[in-house]
């Protein structure tokens, strides 16, 4: 799966409201940090990146979460998963 840029963020912003319904899109700057600036509780957390991996299809680590903590970051990570995710192995 290709997505671009702006197809991610609508999946992480619906994956986060999904979440934490409370949320108000508007609310999430390209600074805001996902976890502390929305108040969102480690089980929150948690939840908001099994939604993301159930969406896309990737698997998320807790390595990950630090570039989980904005929406910019997700993005990122999520391309190099999607990208490594359709890139034949070495043979």
């Known amino acids: 799966m290709t997505a ?3 197809e991610l963020e609508t999946t992480v912003l619906d994956a986060l409201t999904e979440i934490a319904p409370e949320i108000e899109r508007a609310q999430i700057g390209p600074t805001t940090n996902l976890r502390q600036d929305l108040d969102l509780d480690s089980m929150d957390f948690l939840s908001f990146t099994l939604r993301l991996g159930e969406l ?3 698997e998320l680590r807790e390595a990950d979460y630090p570039e989980l903590s ?3 970051g997700c993005v990122a990570l999520l391309q190099r998963k999607l990208a490594a995710r359709s890139t034949p192995a070495a043979r």
Do not use: E, Y
């Open 4 to 6: 671009t840029k702006q």
């Open 56 to 58: 896309l299809h990737v």
């Open 70 to 72: 904005t929406l910019p």
